[in-house]
């Protein structure tokens, strides 16, 4: 079995290279493999022009071939459709005089991937300002848009949609049919997220530029917050184990055509001011390696001095691998724990960590009940800690 997963990463890490093809001669048993992963790590319809210009979709068997293409068709006609919502919901928001920003999604596949139907989609993430979220939701509930989760209410990030009854299965991610969720978003990420001290002074408003899609105009980042932006939306995910390839192939495609011409020193300073340079460093080390795009040497270095050795030393030995084999049905807890306790640069920052972890038990019990559970919690955790370290 590992051996077989092995096989399929490599040719999943090999796929995002820069005209790279992978070793496609695969027993059945493997292809199914194959599928499932480039399924869930979005890449499918990525692969599918890929092999179509490689010439190596005619080694694939017909079955899978026929998948891959029915794929990309489907997810093609599905990110059509949400274009169309997309320009209701901005063009809403403008009428009542809301600004909006679009994050990731559509103008990503138009500026980078150079196909609305490359891109997979999950959901519409738009940034609007603190002051006039709540105008937002009331916007979006006129629109008969519902949260998704309805005890948690609006927050900020949560998704919204408008509710009806479907089918949720793994094999449908391409549907057109799939319902659409919307996020709003008033900051780029949560500050001091899980503890670590992080800030979010991230201004996705600065340099605010306009990226047409299909003939529809829509506000995005500047590519430099976009960039940072993507890193550590990616880093994130890639600690808590639930990163996708996708997002790793947007900033290799970003900096694969901008990396020249960004503004180097203004994206390293917008790290350094938001204590941001392992999250950076931990996906611009991957996009490195699986797509073949170095960063300028100063900000790579400045970036590593400033990244916790043991997670260099894991991106150095078996980061890759472990990124492949990510996913929401698959979250390693050891890893997560690992990469948690790691990306902290101090005790101080561990130790808030550490508290963060144990913070569901403290806030669900009450009493000795509580105590109990923060006990136990606690030295479980310690444990694990210890153990993932010894092993990594």
């Not at 449908?172 to 992080?198: K, N, S």
């Not at 990616?234 to 020249?260: F, P, T, W």
């Not at 020193?265 to 490195?288: G, M």
């Not at 019990?365 to 559970?373: H, I």
Request: contains cysteine; glycine residues 6%.
């Amino acid at each position: 079995m590992s051996d077989l997963r092995s096989r399929v990463n490599l040719a999943l890490v090999q796929s995002l290279g820069p005209g790279a093809s992978p070793t496609l001669d695969f027993d059945p048993s493997v292809w199914e493999a194959f599928w499932i992963s480039a399924r869930d790590h979005c890449l499918v319809p990525y692969l599918h022009k890929h092999w179509l210009e490689s010439g190596d979709m005619q080694t694939l068997p017909p079955s899978i071939a026929g998948r891959f293409s029915a794929g990309r068709l489907d997810n093609t006609e599905r990110n059509r459709r949400m274009l169309l919502l997309l320009d209701e919901l901005v063009s809403a928001l403008r009428e009542h005089g809301i600004a909006t920003l679009v994050s990731k999604g559509l103008p990503l596949a138009q500026a980078y991937y150079g196909d609305l139907g490359l891109r997979v989609l999950y959901d519409l993430d738009l940034v609007i300002k603190a002051e006039e979220i709540e105008q937002a939701f009331a916007v979006l509930r006129g629109l008969g848009y519902k949260p998704f989760f309805p005890r948690r209410g609006n927050e900020p990030g949560r998704p919204l949609w408008r509710p009806r009854k479907y089918s949720w299965d793994a094999e449908r991610v391409f549907d057109p049919d799939r319902p659409a969720m919307v996020e709003l978003h008033t900051r780029p990420w949560e500050p001091h997220w899980h503890g670590l001290r992080i800030e979010s002074g991230l201004d996705l408003w600065r340099g605010e530029r306009v990226v047409e899609v299909a003939g529809i105009p829509l506000p995005v980042p500047g590519e430099e917050q976009l960039l940072v932006h993507l890193a550590v939306h990616y880093a994130c995910n890639v600690i808590e184990c639930s990163a996708r390839l996708m997002h790793l192939l947007d900033i290799v495609l970003l900096l694969r055509q901008c990396g020249s011409g960004l503004d180097w020193n203004a994206v390293l300073k917008t790290i350094n001011e938001n204590r941001l340079e392992p999250f950076c460093f931990l996906a611009f080390d991957l996009a490195s390696r699986a797509g073949g795009y170095s960063l300028p040497r100063p900000v790579w270095s400045a970036l590593r001095d400033n990244t916790p050795s043991r997670i260099v030393a894991w991106l150095e030995s078996r980061a890759v691998q472990d990124v492949c084999s990510m996913g929401l049905r698959n979250r390693d807890r050891s890893l997560i724990y690992f990469l948690h306790w790691n990306m902290a640069r101090n005790w101080p920052e561990k130790a808030a960590v550490l508290l963060h972890s144990v913070r569901g038990p403290w806030l669900e019990d009450t009493g000795l009940g509580r105590l109990r559970s923060l006990a136990t919690r606690m030295h479980r955790r310690l444990q694990h800690l210890l153990h993932t370290s010894r092993l990594r």
